[in-house]
């Protein structure tokens, strides 16, 4: 069955540090998407990055950094030199076909990060 | 920049009460849905639409919960009658089409007491 674990519940580092942020999935399928929201207090969860599994290509934008590697199941994704403004919940989901022909978003129980001053 | 608007943020209600929600997905969005979030979990679906019909609700309390997306566009969500266990947030989103990135909004708080 698909699943998404994210076995930090909460991080705390100091501004500036760097921070990794584990995502490990399950799923039978070999076309599925994977992807990263941060959620602020606002309440809204943004998207950060979408990647599909054909392509393990990891990727910088920025601060941001993930790392895909298949033969792990595993989507980490890091910040460099984090800031207070980083502070937020960040999860992780997957996206594959249903049976029902659907495509449904499974998302972990996410990673709340602190970034303090 | 386009969004998903919801209303409202925040709602308390008694139990037993009715309470609805309104989300009006971006301009030109053919596929809506509706997710649940309780504290310290990760969105949940409860309802899909593809324009005006529910294509997935496998996952909705269909006893008190109703969802309508009457013209394709913007959507209500109903909880009749309110239970404690229905505090949570209530998210809404849509995309372009079911396999496009997903957009959401702001979300509602609902708080039963």
């Known amino acids: 069955a698909q699943k998404v674990t994210q076995a930090q519940t909460e991080i705390s580092v100091v501004e500036k540090e760097d921070v990794t942020l584990d995502c490990v999935y399950e799923?039978?399928?070999?076309?599925?998407?994977l992807f990263w929201y941060k959620q602020p207090p606002s309440g809204e969860l943004v998207f950060l990055i979408r990647?599909?599994?054909?392509?393990?290509q990891n990727e910088i934008s920025g601060r941001y950094s993930w790392n895909f590697q298949k033969s792990t199941s595993s989507f980490n994704f890091t910040i460099t030199a984090s800031q207070v403004v980083d502070s937020a919940v960040y999860f992780c989901a997957l996206s594959e076909a249903s049976t029902s022909g659907t495509y449904k978003y499974i998302f972990g129980t996410g990673t709340r990060l602190k970034v303090l001053a | 920049e386009a969004e998903v608007a919801q209303s409202p943020r925040y709602k308390i209600t008694e139990k037993s009460q009715a309470v609805a929600f309104w989300c009006d997905p971006i301009s030109g969005h053919a596929t809506l849905y509706w997710y649940r979030q309780i504290l310290g979990q990760g969105p949940e679906l409860l309802v899909q639409f593809q324009d005006e019909s529910v294509v997935d609700d496998s996952q909705l309390p269909k006893d008190r919960f109703s969802a309508e997306r009457l013209k394709g566009v913007d959507s209500t969500l109903k909880i009749q009658p309110a239970e404690l266990g229905d505090s949570a947030m209530y998210l809404c989103?849509?995309?372009?089409?079911?396999?496009?990135?997903?957009?959401f909004g702001q979300g509602t708080r609902l708080t039963v007491v």
């Open positions: 990647r599909n599994s054909f392509d393990e």
């Open positions: 989103a849509s995309s372009l089409e079911e396999v496009s990135l997903r957009f």
């Open positions: 799923t039978r399928d070999t076309t599925y998407y």
